[in-house]
């Protein structure tokens, strides 16, 4: 209990802010969204890749999302293959399964959880991440729909991408920003994650409460969140990391699916229905499960 009132029940407020703010004026989630990705997301990226020492742990993270990303995608084929379902119904199960809410979600646990150091390291998975939804989740949204080169011309688009480059450069390089120029991308940072975790309550007051698919919401939902944090743990045991890094990849393998995945899955009719759906369920479950799985890992 001491935990859901330190650390999950402050996220969560945040999150019905938002709900009940779009429920009360229904805005326009787009252009909100828009100045998060294109301005605050980039400054956070680039303040966080600019002061973080970079060391051996970054190429274990790569290491890490990839092995349990290509786990989850095998195993709701599998699913898929056991049930026959239709590819368009495979790719929506794979859109919330093997892509977690790292962004909204994630790193403001981690911040609240373990402090200012873990979260720099979240945001460095929140960036990796963001990629391969770009390139992954695009894919699989529009599968039989679009080409992979889509995907790749996504990445390119993000601005977080270059500013990814950009702060690796400068800190690799040791090339200093100055002083005021830095404490405005600062501050712009600072206003990030509390956007995108009002961002995320907007879009759960968008999804519909009612048709569930129970039997493909139930898979998917111990999938994304039972399987999910367990394959983290044996692939965590493995890795030679920090004990600190291996709490922040298990915390956000433990996540509920990504919101992110919701849009694609509405732009390439990729089952936006059961996705919506789905995402939906794991982040009400995600309210115990997460303060249950910081508990264990202390």
């Known amino acids: 209990m001491v935990i859901f009132i330190q650390v999950v029940l402050p996220v969560c407020i945040v999150f019905v802010a938002g709900f009940l703010l779009q ?23 680039f303040r966080t890749f600019y002061v973080s020492p970079l060391d051996i742990e970054y190429a274990y993270m790569i290491v890490f999302a990839l092995v349990l990303m290509f786990s989850l995608i095998f195993l709701t084929k599998c699913y898929a ?6 590819v368009n119904e495979e790719s929506g ?3 919330t399964t093997a892509f977690m809410n790292v962004g909204n979600y994630g790193t403001p646990i981690i911040l609240f959880a373990y402090g200012e150091g873990a979260f720099v390291l979240a945001v460095s998975f929140m960036v990796l991440q963001s990629i391969l939804m770009n390139l992954f989740g695009v894919y699989y949204a529009a ?18 991408t270059y500013a990814t480059v950009i702060a690796l450069c400068f800190n690799a390089l040791s090339i200093s920003v100055p002083a005021n120029l830095f404490l405005t991308i600062d501050m712009i940072a600072e206003a990030a994650i509390p956007t995108v975790m009002l961002i995320l309550g907007m879009q759960l007051a968008m999804i519909e409460w009612h048709g569930f698919k129970w039997e493909r919401i139930s898979a998917a939902v111990i999938l994304r969140m039972v399987i999910s944090p367990a394959l983290a743990f044996i692939i965590v045991f493995f890795l030679p990391i920090s004990d600190q890094l291996g709490k922040i ?3 956000s ?6 919101a992110t995945i919701v849009m694609y899955a ?16 794991t982040t009400l479950v995600s309210l115990f ?7 264990i890992l202390g």
């Open 266 to 281: 509405v732009q390439f009719d990729a089952q936006p229905k059961l996705v919506s759906t789905i995402t939906l369920m």
């Open 249 to 251: 990849l298990i915390v």
């Open 253 to 258: 393998a433990a996540m509920p699916s990504a």
């Open 23 to 45: 429920r009360a004026f229904m805005l326009d989630i787009r252009s909100i969204s828009t100045l998060a990705i294109y301005i605050m997301t980039p400054c956070l990226v």
């Open 81 to 86: 293959r056991l049930r026959k379902l239709t």
């Open 143 to 160: 599968k039989g729909r679009a080409p992979i080169s889509g995907a790749i011309k996504a990445i390119f688009r993000m601005p977080a």
């Open 289 to 295: 499960s997460i303060t249950f799985i910081i508990w």
């Open 93 to 95: 199960m794979i859109l």
